[in-house]
């Protein structure tokens, strides 16, 4: 089963941060993904833009509506994610409170929906 780990945390936090604070951050991260891709669990994952780079685009009365900006205004922004491959969704919250990012924002963890091969075409 497929499981998106979606790492939401507040932009303004990392912006208080020391250098010295990113880099342990950043070397977490390294660890935590060096270590997931060994045992054969991510399918893949990426860090995201600030949500402030971010353009948004809705479709009203036919009509193409595109605005600069995340989706919402929220405490915390999608800052990027993992997709993983484990048996269960047990397995999944294992990895996921194993995230870094996990001890300063949240992680969602979202069970991905396959399409038999007939529909996805």
């Known amino acids: 089963m497929q499981y998106m780990l979606l790492i939401n945390s507040s932009e303004e936090g990392w912006a208080?941060?020391?250098?010295?604070?990113?880099?342990?951050?950043?070397?977490?991260?390294?660890?935590?993904?060096?270590?997931i891709r060994a045992k054969g669990v991510m399918v893949g994952g990426d860090q995201l833009a600030a949500s402030s780079d971010a353009t948004t685009v809705r479709i009203r009365d036919g009509e193409t509506l595109v605005t600069d900006g995340p989706f919402a205004e929220t405490k915390e922004q999608l800052g990027g994610y993992y997709l993983i491959e484990v048996?269960?969704?047990?397995?999944?919250?294992?990895?996921?409170?194993?995230?870094?990012?996990?001890?300063?924002?949240?992680?969602?963890?979202?069970?991905?929906?396959?399409?038999?091969?007939?529909?996805?075409?």
């Open 16 to 35: 208080t941060l020391t250098d010295e604070q990113r880099n342990e951050m950043h070397a977490a991260y390294g660890a935590f993904t060096e270590e």
């Open 87 to 121: 048996e269960s969704l047990d397995d999944a919250i294992e990895w996921a409170a194993r995230i870094p990012g996990a001890r300063y924002g949240v992680i969602e963890v979202r069970p991905v929906v396959t399409q038999p091969a007939e529909v996805a075409g």
